[in-house]
């Protein structure tokens, strides 16, 4: 009974596994396949559709893409660490009360949120910036609460002795802030930078909304073809942004992100 | 969950520079209110406006709650969502469980790969589904080439292939939550029933499952919610035989430019979901008024 059981566990393990592994391999296979007709696992391989990633049709988007992730990731980074900064180091007044303010996007759909911001930009006559600038907007709204609270929480957690150790040895709060808070709290807010990065990267349900023809980021113009075609040239666009992200993670990860972060952040 | 940064000590006492501290926090507020609550407020006032003349009316509304196609669309989604949550759940246990228990060098391994798919941006994971599921599609094509079927089964745009696509995108967080909660149940109660004689089947009904209500009932909350809002998936694995109320909503706007009523849609989401967040919210603080009025009586 006990054997049987313990065998079910394992079984169903795999499988879920398998179901998790799965779509992700056959796109993989998908971009190796010569044949384009997407069907069966591919016997033989090429890197031929890999060509095709440098053609103006999914490098402009990729570019925006990047660009627009960038500015929103510097954006939300700024704004999400002086927030942190006023309502957890300063303890102004109220700060709860603060906190569940700019926490609140939280908890409305993203793609009511871009609902919301398209039809505010149309009433007030905006329909200019949508594009480029639209877009960072309401991505700097979706992730700007995730950049505060990873900030406001490394904050909140370090060792406040340290601080009133270098403010009791007589140094200014400038220098405090310089050596002591800001070294403490980045890999809090370095994993945050990058998380606002991938979501902006990876959005669809706000920017659905307000690319523009010309102005598409890279997953708006990837279901946009997906509509009408799912040819391996969309497998190897997808492999090749995973890796883009897998790198980007990589690279912030060096920069002193998640592990040490992991580790209790106590370099 | 967003107050531990709060109730934990700040790290100084609050400086003089009180001011400067409402400085600082301006840009950040400043960039919420024009692109947060005033969107919101516009878009609220909106469903209570005709699109043309801009005049007050309840007609949106109650054209949601007449027309047939908006509760069904209503009714899909809360189906799929609760489909998901229960499959998420039924799926992710098995997972968790080990994940929390183990501590064999393949944990790491299990942990990677049920974990690393959500890396890999919904794009990627919903066509890998499109592949496999299209009428054209991996399953069907074998199933053809082997001879057991004629003509290819409807695998794809129906709740199915909504349901599967979306499972896959939300089990991570469900494991995770499913996990965390596991790990908080005293292995020593398994341990203690075990060495009393219960079997393996009676272990896992009348302690890890009863003891882990809490976990479960987390990711059916966070899987319901994911699901309900998705777009990416629905859009593209439901098409246009399958619609929910975030894909109609987006039609609303960009196919029919019916501002007012995508309004009225999107506030019909944005109840549902508040709703499925305030019976979360309800069930934590029942479970830890019963939890302290137990510890009273106890001292």
Request: proline residues 5%.
């Amino acid at each position: 009974m006990n054997r049987v059981l313990t065998c079910l566990f394992w079984l169903a393990i795999a499988l879920v596994l398998t179901f998790i592994t799965l779509p992700l391999a056959v796109v993989v296979a998908a971009s190796l396949s010569p044949s384009s007709a997407v069907t069966f696992l591919p016997w033989e391989w090429t890197t031929v559709w890999y060509g095709n990633l440098l053609a103006d049709r999914w490098l402009q988007p990729f570019l925006l893409s990047v660009k627009i992730a960038t500015v929103v990731a510097g954006i939300s980074g700024v704004l999400g660490v002086l927030a942190a900064y006023a309502v957890v180091y300063e303890r102004l007044p109220g700060s709860t009360a603060i906190m569940a303010g700019l926490l609140s996007p939280l908890s409305v759909p993203q793609i009511v949120k871009g609902v919301a911001i398209v039809l505010f930009l149309s009433i007030i006559g905006l329909q200019g910036v949508l594009g480029t600038p639209a877009l960072i907007a309401a991505h700097v709204v979706l992730a700007l609460p995730f950049v505060t609270r990873m900030a406001a929480t490394s904050l909140a957690n370090f060792d406040g002795n340290l601080d009133r150790a270098a403010q009791s040895l007589g140094a200014t709060k400038r220098q405090r802030l310089q050596h002591i808070v800001l070294p403490m709290i980045k890999p809090g807010v370095l994993s945050g930078v990058t998380f606002a990065f991938i979501i902006s990267f990876n959005n669809i349900p706000l920017s659905v909304f307000l690319v523009r023809p010309g102005d598409t980021t890279l997953p708006i113009a990837v279901i946009n073809y997906l509509e009408y075609s799912l040819d391996p040239v969309m497998a190897a666009v997808n492999v090749a942004s995973m890796i883009f992200i897998l790198t980007v993670i990589f690279l912030f990860e060096k920069v002193g992100g998640f592990s040490a972060q992991l580790h209790g952040g106590s370099k | 969950m967003s107050t531990i940064a709060l109730t934990a000590p700040a790290a100084m006492p609050g400086a003089p520079a009180r001011s400067s501290g409402y400085l600082v926090l301006a840009p950040s507020c400043l960039v919420l209110t024009i692109f947060f609550a005033l969107p919101m407020g516009t878009m609220i006032g909106m469903s209570f406006m005709d699109a043309q003349t801009l005049s007050p009316t309840l007609l949106n509304y109650q054209r949601f709650f007449s027309d047939g196609l908006s509760l069904a669309g209503l009714y899909r989604t809360a189906v799929m969502s609760i489909l998901v949550a229960v499959c998420v759940t039924v799926l992710g246990y098995p997972v968790a469980y080990y994940l929390a228990r183990s501590r064999s060098r393949w944990r790491a391994l299990v942990f990677a790969l049920a974990l690393a798919p959500e890396l890999a941006g919904v794009v990627l994971r919903t066509y890998g589904w499109l592949i496999i599921l299209e009428d054209r599609g991996f399953i069907n094509d074998m199933l053809i080439n082997l001879g057991l079927i004629a003509s290819p089964l409807p695998l794809s745009k129906n709740l199915f292939a909504v349901v599967v696509g979306l499972t896959h995108v939300v089990l991570p967080f469900g494991i995770l939550s499913l996990t965390t909660s596991i790990q908080g149940i005293d292995p020593n109660l398994e341990r203690a029933a075990q060495m009393l004689g219960a079997s393996r089947l009676s272990v896992i009904r009348h302690i890890i499952l009863p003891l882990s209500v809490p976990g479960i009932v987390s990711s059916l909350l966070i899987s319901f919610t994911m699901a309900a809002s998705a777009y990416a998936t629905p859009a593209l694995l439901g098409g246009a035989r399958f619609k929910v109320l975030a894909t109609m909503i987006y039609e609303q706007v960009l196919f029919y430019i019916d501002w007012g009523f995508a309004a009225v849609m999107a506030i019909a989401l944005l109840i549902m979901m508040l709703a499925i967040s305030f019976l979360g919210i309800r069930y934590e603080t029942r479970r830890g008024n019963r939890r302290s009025n137990r510890e009273g009586e106890a001292s």
